[in-house]
Every structure is written in structure tokens, then in C-alpha cells.
């Protein structure tokens, strides 16, 4: 078990000279979701089924400060954002072991009814990380010791106001450009120069910020990012922020959370409180990106947790049950209440569940029925447990506010 605290760990970095990173590859997770921001890992030879009381676990760290974001992983370090006394900092962890490398504060802390600190996860790239905080700083840092590259706050300098749960999003790396979405009147999604933060565009009439993070993908030669703000699921050109769709019925009033689900140039938005999921044709002709809808579902109202697309079916929570839909039809496969409503990854076969009700689980993502192979309990820590479960190296990780656990689930 590690105790040692971000300060302490701080403190030691001073003076330490710079260690060998390993280059990206098939094991890594280096952003939101995964390598490809789907919640799919790639990896093969895991666990078909846990034992009694869950996987083995390898170390937990129980001094990280709060937070609901989850983990980056990439070579030898995890990197993940939490609270620091009043503050919002990032942090490189040690993969074998759980230590922190080094951490660094990037501006004042946010809190609310649901709790402080960093709701978003950090993006690596090469030898730089990303990282956005619940109040509004952006950092590009160095990996290696945490220095800051640039720093901007999205909300002054785009004059976006933050948004009631505070702000949730994972920055996206496309190319030369780092995507954020302030949300404001004139600049609702902006892209900056990813080395050394300048402005590149801004898209207007995209509406407030939600708490999704966005895609991007190539519609007919058309470099297409993706999102869901306050009031719609939408399509910005990313070569100049040009907005080509905006499509509402998948959006609520409340909080729009889930990632887009992108495949064969179709896109999935889906919303909870009471709304429901949508698939949209794209089609792109003249520079443009046109978006017809497919279907509405009410079957899928994602809340918090995500939906992954695996062998043509949807998986996901509808609500507080986890459910199975057929990607190009939305026909309902199979409905379970599994281990609670809550958020889930995919690798080699199965279905990773992190429940907000503290449960862990293992189902085979299968759209023949509901088919569990295993679950454990994690403690309690005062809030609920949000942030999505990562697979990468044979390791899970489990956040869960101010702790982050390591188990084994690769195949021996």
C-alpha cells in the first residue's frame, strides 16, 4: 500500500534528473478512452473469469487528493489530475509500484455539491501532456518532470462561463491542434497550437459546454470533430472550426455527458434524464459534412458512463441498466441490472464495469444475453465512484476519488 503524499512527492522531484520513457504502443492508454477515445483496448491474454473476491491486486495508492477523472497510460507512468488542498494539480505515477513521480498545481480547485477536484483525464502526446482542469487551465506540460510548456484559462481568454458540475472534459491531440470547448457566446469549441498554445479558430454557434470530450474522424475526406454541448450533438470541420451540423433531440437539459460513438460514417449520441440515443448518417459532398438521422432510440439514455461499439452492438447503461443494442438498427438485444448503474471499457472479450455503487465487474460483451464472469467491491469513499475503468499492460485501474488500485487481470 503507498502513503506518500503529492507534496512529498513533489518535493523529491527537485534536482531529479529525467528518466527514460517508453514510446507509445498497442498496451498503452494514452487519453480519455483509450488510443482511438472508444473505450476499446486493443490488448489480448486476460482473465475469461475472476476468481472469488475479484483479481489480485498489485498496489494502491490512497493519497491522490479527489477527483473523478481517469488515468493516461503510457511506458513506465499513469498520469491523472486530482485536488491539491484548494488547488487542481496533475501527476506522473509510477506503473509498477503506485509512487508518484512528480505532480504539478495548475491553478485553483473547483468543488460542488458532487465533490472537488479535476473531473477530466489527461492527454499524452509524445513527450507532452495535456491537461484541462475543472476551473478552466489548460497546461501543456512536459512528462518527464511536470514542467508547464504554456498555460491558457479557456473561460478568460474565450469568456465561456463554467457550467454547473464544472467543467469535465479531456483535451483532444489531432495533428498540430489541442480541441477544448469553452463554450462561449463566440467561441464554443476553439483549437490552439498544440506547442505553444496560440489560437488557430474558433467556432461559433455550437451553444455552452457539456461535459462530453470530443472525436474526430475522416468523413469522405473531411477531417470531422465531434461532441455533445448543452443543447445538441454536434459536427465542427476541423481544419477551421466551420460548424456543419447541430442535432438536439439526443441532448437534454440537464447534462450531457457520454463520447460520441463514431463507425462507418455514422455517429451515436446518446443522453439521459429522460431523452435517449440517436444514429446519424453522415455524408460528406463539396468540403462538407451533412448529418441524417437514422434512428431515435429511447433504450439507451446514457447518463455518466459511456457506450463502447463492439462486433456491430452497442453496450452501455440505459439509466441504472446495463444494455445491449444493435449499432445499425437500435434494436433492443438484452437488458440487465448487472453490478449498477455506472461506467465501462472494453478489452479482449469482455466488458469492464465500474459501478458508482462501489462494485467492479466482468461481463462478456456478447450480444446473445447477459453473461457475468465475476464482480468485487471496492471501498467506499463518500462520493460516487465516476470515474471510468482503465485496461492496459494486463493491470486494471480503478479510480476512485482520492485512491487509484492496480490489479493483475492477465491471463498466467
Known amino acids: 500500500m503507498v502513503r506518500q503524499h503529492p507534496v512529498i512527492a513533489l518535493a523529491l522531484t527537485i534536482g531529479m534528473t529525467a528518466v527514460t520513457l517508453a514510446q507509445p ?79 504539478k498545481v495548475l491553478g485553483q480547485g473547483g468543488t460542488n455539491d458532487r465533490g472537488s477536484g479535476p473531473r477530466g483525464t489527461p492527454t499524452v502526446d509524445g513527450d507532452r501532456l495535456y491537461a484541462l482542469t475543472e476551473s478552466g487551465d489548460l497546461a501543456c506540460l512536459e512528462i518527464a518532470d511536470g514542467a508547464i510548456v504554456w498555460q491558457r484559462n479557456i473561460l478568460q481568454d474565450f469568456r465561456g462561463q463554467n457550467i454547473n458540475w464544472l467543467i469535465s472534459e479531456s483535451p483532444l491531440v489531432d495533428g498540430d491542434k489541442v480541441i477544448v470547448t469553452p463554450g462561449g457566446s463566440r467561441a464554443g469549441m476553439v483549437a490552439l497550437d498544440k506547442m505553444t498554445g496560440k489560437t488557430l479558430w474558433t467556432s461559433e454557434g455550437i451553444g455552452e459546454a457539456g461535459y462530453a470530450s470530443a472525436i474526430v474522424a475522416d468523413i469522405g475526406g473531411v477531417r470531422t470533430l465531434m461532441t455533445l454541448t448543452s443543447t445538441a450533438g454536434v459536427g465542427i470541420r476541423e481544419s477551421d472550426g466551420k460548424v456543419m451540423w447541430r442535432y438536439t433531440k439526443a441532448a437534454n437539459n440537464t447534462a450531457n455527458i457520454a463520447t460520441p460513438i463514431f463507425s462507418d460514417n ?33 433504450d439507451m ?14 453496450y452501455g447503461f ?16 438484452w437488458r440487465n441490472r448487472s453490478v449498477g448503474k455506472g461506467s465501462l471499457s472494453y478489452a479482449d472479450g469482455n466488458l469492464y464495469i465500474l459501478s458508482e455503487d462501489n462494485v467492479v465487474g466482468l461481463v462478456e460483451a456478447t450480444s446473445a444475453d447477459y453473461r457475468e464472469k465475476g464482480r468485487f467491491k471496492i471501498p467506499d469513499r463518500g462520493f460516487p465512484s465516476w470515474a471510468h475503468p482503465v485496461v492496459s499492460g494486463g493491470r486494471l485501474y480503478i479510480r476512485n476519488q482520492m485512491t487509484l488500485a492496480s490489479y493483475d487481470v492477465q491471463l498466467k
Open 266 to 298: 455514422k455517429v451515436f449520441y446518446t443522453s439521459a434524464y429522460g431523452t435517449g440515443g440517436a444514429l446519424l448518417n453522415l455524408t460528406a459532398r463539396d468540403g462538407m459534412v451533412s448529418a441524417r438521422e437514422s434512428y431515435f432510440t429511447s
Open 301 to 314: 439514455q446514457n447518463h455518466h458512463g459511456g457506450v463502447v461499439l463492439v462486433g456491430g452492438y452497442l
Open 318 to 333: 440505459h439509466n441504472s441498466i446495463l444494455t445491449c443494442l444493435e449499432f445499425a438498427t437500435g434494436k433492443m438485444m
Open 25 to 103: 504502443s498497442p498496451i498503452d492508454w494514452p487519453q480519455w478512452r483509450g488510443p482511438e477515445r472508444d473505450g476499446i483496448s486493443r490488448e489480448t491474454g486476460l482473465l475469461k473469469q475472476w476468481p472469488s473476491g475479484g483479481p489480485q491486486q498489485i498496489w494502491l495508492n490512497a493519497n491522490l487528493g479527489p477527483g473523478y477523472g481517469s488515468v493516461a497510460v503510457q511506458g513506465e507512468r499513469i498520469y491523472v489530475q486530482f485536488a491539491l488542498a484548494k488547488n487542481s494539480a496533475v501527476g506522473a505515477i509510477n506503473r509498477a509500484d503506485g509512487r508518484i513521480v512528480w505532480a
